[in-house]
């Protein structure tokens, strides 16, 4: 593209993707590539799913919007839905991730208010990523996002991931504490997982303080590490649950999934938004849901994620470059010793769309419908292109 209409934020943008069809994209020039990353988490059931096509074109013909004043049905099908598919109880519906993030700061904030702290604070965590908007920079861990945009929000503490000991000193030393976000899996930060009981000791450690458990799933939810949320293989209740990205299959929309204390906070007047939880966004998202539910795509996603994850390991052992690889279900990452952003440009030319964050991490999200052979391809491309890297 060549018009000079629209704001830099993304930099130059070399490929021009016009058609996706389940597990594959295709370029304006008819290249075909093999898609492992779902638009960053999003598509998980794919390009072009039919029965969200459907959804979405028959909804856009009926009615695509028509304000909060009014009953939306889909809007109370999907919360049923999601409710179902979760154990949270009670949502907000917005547009985004960042937005489903606010909705979670303004609940702990209300928390906090409500428990008579003045100056409620959340706990966030280094190297975590929570969205663009001023509340969500500033609770994210990457000094990056944040630089040039200060004043940033106050109310946030920051703490180590995965660090219990850290967080015990924050409860020592801060009784403004009310809340704590996290993400079970950080995603931007590098897909880095946590020791397997850390969110059993956040649950008890949140309980002790009566600090509200804000999980951000904006990433790790809808299917993709084995269960529909991340949380569920822990056999815990979180406060609060938000989640977007894969919740509509490519449809702007976010979630805040409350539970407990924190689901009846929220009284009218206190939140809103013009299109969030719209009937064309929540007709779409709907019948992703229950695809993902009914075809039971998060135990496929854990099936193929451990396929992806032993066969890296094995093709990749020994190979200097590589410091580790890791992730849970269709959330994986390849660790390299040096910053790898070129391995993006590498992979289109041999036909597969990756990601690279944190510098030097690859990052694969496929859809949650990748097959045996999609993987098996995925491997075949991607391990040659990274045994012979050199550097960018
Ligand atoms: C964990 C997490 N939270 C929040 C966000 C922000 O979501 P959005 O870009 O939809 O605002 C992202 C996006 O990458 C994310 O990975």
């Known amino acids: 593209m060549t018009t000079k209409a629209l704001m830099n934020t993304y930099g130059p943008r070399s490929t021009t993707l016009v058609r996706g069809e389940g597990c594959w994209l295709w370029d304006d020039k008819g290249n075909k590539y093999l898609d492992a990353l779902s638009g960053i988490a999003v598509c998980g059931l794919g390009h072009s799913h039919p029965a969200v096509a459907k959804a979405i074109a028959e909804q856009a013909a009926t009615l695509t919007h028509c304000s909060n004043y009014f009953n939306i049905p889909l809007q109370e099908q999907l919360a049923d839905a999601l409710r179902s598919a979760s154990g949270m109880t009670n949502m907000f519906f917005g547009n985004s991730g960042a937005e489903a993030n606010e909705a979670a700061i303004k609940l702990a904030r209300m928390y906090g208010h409500k428990r008579g702290i003045k100056l409620p604070t959340v706990v966030v965590m280094e190297k975590s990523f929570h969205g663009r908007t001023l509340a969500t920079l500033s609770a994210s861990g990457n000094r990056k996002i944040q630089a040039g945009f200060e004043p940033l929000v106050r109310g946030f503490v920051r703490a180590p991931f995965d660090d219990l000991a850290a967080?015990?000193?924050?409860?020592?030393?801060?009784?403004?504490?009310?809340?704590?976000?996290?993400?079970?899996?950080?995603?931007?930060?590098?897909?880095?997982?946590?020791?397997?009981?850390?969110?059993?000791?956040?649950?008890?450690?949140?309980?002790?303080?009566?600090?509200?458990?804000?999980?951000?799933?904006?990433?790790?939810?809808?299917?993709?590490?084995?269960?529909?949320f991340n949380f569920q293989q822990y056999n815990i209740t979180p406060d609060v649950v938000t989640t977007a990205k894969g919740l509509g299959n490519g449809l702007p929309i976010g979630v805040c999934l409350a539970h407990g204390v924190a689901a009846e906070l929220m009284q009218p007047g206190n939140h809103g938004s013009t299109f969030g939880g719209n009937p064309l966004a929540c007709?779409?998202?709907?019948?992703?849901?229950?695809?993902?539910?009914?075809?039971?795509?998060?135990?496929?996603?854990?099936?193929?994620?451990?396929?992806?994850?032993?066969?890296?390991k094995e093709r990749l052992a020994g190979v200097k470059t590589v410091k580790d690889v890791r992730g849970r279900g269709l959330m994986i990452g390849i660790q390299m010793t040096m910053p790898c952003k070129s391995l993006f440009a590498q992979a289109l030319d041999a036909g597969l769309v990756i990601n690279v964050t944190a510098d030097s991490v690859i990052r694969l999200l496929p859809p949650l419908i990748f097959d045996e052979a999609h993987a098996d391809q995925l491997m075949d491309v991607l391990v040659p292109l990274i045994v012979n890297f050199k550097g960018d």
Not at 294 to 309: M, T, V
Request: net charge negative; glycine share 10%; charged share 25%.
């Open 167 to 228: 967080l015990e000193k924050i409860a020592e030393n801060n009784s403004d504490v009310c809340a704590i976000l996290v993400e079970p899996i950080q995603g931007e930060g590098g897909i880095r997982v946590p020791a397997p009981d850390y969110l059993n000791r956040l649950r008890a450690f949140c309980d002790k303080h009566q600090w509200l458990l804000m999980l951000d799933e904006v990433q790790t939810g809808n299917g993709r590490t084995g269960t529909y």
């Open 283 to 312: 007709a779409g998202a709907l019948a992703t849901v229950e695809t993902i539910e009914n075809q039971q795509l998060s135990l496929k996603a854990a099936k193929i994620g451990d396929r992806l994850l032993a066969g890296f």
